[in-house]
């Protein structure tokens, strides 16, 4: 069968994406992904991919719709503005993105599609030809939800392409760990790690003399994230741990030498490293957020904007880590990271309880099914 994948215009989007896809293919289907912007990266991994929207740019989406609505940009930047941001964002997003899904889905004539909440745009090529859509959540949030606030607005793209109402999923894939989320309806399926790019350097695949903590930070631009690295920066002198950033900020380069415990590295496949941590600090983003969860490694997040206020306090409900504004970053708080034996067991608690949902290959036989 052909299975179309569609995605918003963004790495962190269509990336949890891939293993699915990677499964599909390997089953003997073919498989297309829809994406456009800077989801076109996932070209790296060689799963074929349409560009659907050559013009969009999400920053000026962004910028452009931030404008409009200062007081929910506001609250967008502080991580308080619920679904009201993503609908607007997303929904003037899935407007550029709609036409060329439609266009595409007509001339590849899909058997199934499958698409991320925030692609809503899948949604209606698969209404229109009339196949299944599986709704693939990429989040901690939930995907219906975030599905129906941009749907809501897409109603000029529907009426372009002469669509109707959107036909009910098929089937809906949850990849959160219930004991972060709460029980979702739909079929669990385990969150693989985006593997990420680059060589892993051989003193990276075993522990060192001391805790390691990986220090990432976002690859989405944008202002109100904190500067998480120059956090760390300043407290790591003080704490009994070796701290690796990667990709830093040309910024903290130029500022001089760092402490003898920081060292820096390129691109790298985090998600290969995390087993040698003993923590990992970030923005607070999803895809941080399930990969520490994977790794079973207590991980520290940034509460900021977009989803990342959400992500980081369901994470330290659960135990398996912190959420700690960046100025409130200490040698004291770095040192917990490593040394609490609760974060610890909460963390191990999650990666067994994702490591036991199905696996995609797992669930390609209930895919065909639903194209028969």
């Known amino acids: 069968m052909r299975v179309l994948f569609a995605s918003a215009p963004l790495l962190g989007h269509v990336f949890p994406m891939v293993p699915l896809a990677e499964a599909l293919r390997a089953a003997g289907h073919e498989v297309l992904l829809a994406t456009g912007g800077d989801g076109l990266d996932v070209r790296r991994t060689g799963l074929p991919v349409s560009d659907v929207a050559p013009a969009l740019r999400f920053d000026r989406i962004a910028r452009r719709v931030m404008l409009r609505h200062p007081l929910i940009a506001r609250a967008e930047l502080a991580g308080r503005a619920g679904t009201r941001g993503v609908a607007l964002l997303f929904g003037a997003a899935n407007d550029q993105l709609t036409d060329g899904v439609v266009t595409l889905a007509d001339r590849w004539q899909p058997d199934l599609v499958v698409y991320e909440p925030l692609a809503v745009a899948g949604a209606l090529a698969a209404a229109r030809r009339a196949v299944p859509a599986v709704l693939h959540e990429n ?21 372009r392409s002469g669509i109707g109402d959107l036909r009910p999923n098929a089937a809906t894939l949850t990849i959160a760990p219930p004991s972060v989320v709460g029980e979702r309806a739909g079929e669990p399926m385990r969150g693989v790690p985006f593997r990420g790019v680059g060589e ?68 790298i496949p ?37 989803d990342r206020r959400h992500n980081a306090t369901l994470l330290a409900a659960r135990g398996a880590g912190l959420a700690v504004a960046e100025r409130d970053i200490t040698s004291a708080v770095l040192e917990r990271l490593v040394t609490d034996r609760a974060l610890a067991a909460a963390a191990e608690e999650v990666r067994r309880e994702m490591a036991a949902m199905p696996a995609p290959a797992d669930l390609v036989p209930r895919l065909e099914a639903l194209a028969r």
């Open 139 to 159: 989040s901690l949030f939930d995907g219906a939800e975030l599905v129906r606030v941009t749907a809501a607005r897409l109603v000029r793209a529907q009426h």
């Open 200 to 267: 892993l350097p051989d003193w990276l695949r075993e522990p060192g003399d001391r805790p390691r903590i990986l220090v990432s930070r976002s690859t989405v631009a944008g202002p109100g994230g904190g500067d998480v690295m120059t956090a760390v920066v300043r407290a790591a002198a003080g704490v009994n741990a070796e701290f690796v950033l990667v990709r830093p900020d040309r910024r903290i380069l130029r500022r001089g030498s760092l402490p003898d415990n920081v060292r820096t590295v390129d691109w």
């Open 270 to 306: 985090i998600n290969e490293a995390l087993p040698n941590c003993a923590g990992v600090v970030h923005h607070g983003g999803a895809g941080s957020v399930l990969g520490a969860l994977a790794a079973g490694v207590p991980q520290l997040a940034l509460p900021g904007p977009g």
